[in-house]
């Protein structure tokens, strides 16, 4: 007898589906026929499996691999005979004993010419007024007379005056302003300068009311441009707004000469302004 679950619920489906239909088609006997072709096939998959583990194991229990030492046989190797070194004898040289020979003493002599007695040597006396010579000899005395070197007389020779040498210039010194030929000037005057300043110059930048002085100095280079700048006085935004203003202007000086050549030289200018 049949599960109630499954009677009620495939059996009814595919009398369901296949109501009013020729169930000889090949459909409905396959979903009828479905439960027992996927037992087989389980069972016949199972099967299969387990025979590809179970060969190799039965296979292997009825053969045993025989291990043999035995190599490959490559037939028999003939070996070159060895020749024999014959072994090498040491020979040890006989040692050499000096022959003894007979002797008998000698003596040479070494013939000597018979040796003339020597001259007496001349004496101070006989050397007093006489001449130098191979031989002593009887004669008249001589007196030997040293004439004085020759003094050449003339004007004296006189060392031409030492002349130092050239002393070589920086060309890039400062010269003090006040020290050369001609001084640096500014195109229309140094008052030209000053109102060029007066009028560039910023007073609500300085926060000072009243009189305000300092010292502006520079150089003026060769061509005529300023370097070196720097202001001194007692307020630093007076000194600020006044190094402004003098960089400003750019009318070039005429640079100062010495010795017909321009050079760097240094300018001081006072400068005092009333700030109200």
Request: glycine content about 6%; hydrophobic content about 40%.
């Amino acid at each position: 007898m049949k599960d109630l679950s499954t009677f009620f619920v495939k059996d009814n489906l595919d009398e369901i589906v296949f109501s009013n239909r020729n169930k000889a088609y090949g459909a409905y006997a396959l979903r009828n026929e479905y439960s027992s072709q996927l037992t087989k096939a389980l069972f016949v998959g199972v099967a299969f499996f387990a025979s590809v583990a179970v060969i190799p194991l039965i296979v292997s229990a009825f053969s045993s691999d025989v291990i043999t030492d035995k190599g490959h046989d490559y037939g028999p190797y003939i070996l070159d005979p060895v020749e024999e070194i014959p072994e090498i004898v040491k020979v040890t040289p006989a040692s050499s004993v000096p022959v003894k020979v007979k002797t008998v003493e000698s003596t040479i002599f070494t013939p000597v010419r018979d040796v003339k007695k020597n001259k007496p040597l001349p004496t101070e006396d006989d050397k007093k007024d006489a001449a130098l010579s191979s031989e002593t000899s009887a004669g008249e005395d001589t007196k030997l007379i040293v004439a004085p070197p020759a003094i050449k007389v003339g004007p004296p020779t006189v060392a031409p005056p030492y002349t130092p040498p050239a002393k070589v210039e920086d060309p890039n010194i400062v010269v003090d302003g006040t020290k050369v030929d001609v001084a640096a000037d500014f195109k229309g005057g140094i008052n030209a300068f000053r109102e060029k300043v007066a009028q560039n110059f910023d007073t609500e930048s300085v926060d000072k009311t009243g009189m305000v002085s300092g010292v502006i100095t520079f150089v003026v280079e060769k061509d005529g441009s300023i370097s070196n700048l720097k202001v001194t006085g007692s307020s630093s935004e007076f000194n600020s707004e006044a190094e402004r203003t003098v960089k400003a202007i750019k009318t070039k000086w005429t640079p100062a000469q010495l010795k017909g050549k321009a050079v760097r030289s240094s300018f001081r200018m006072p400068i005092s302004m009333k700030i109200e």
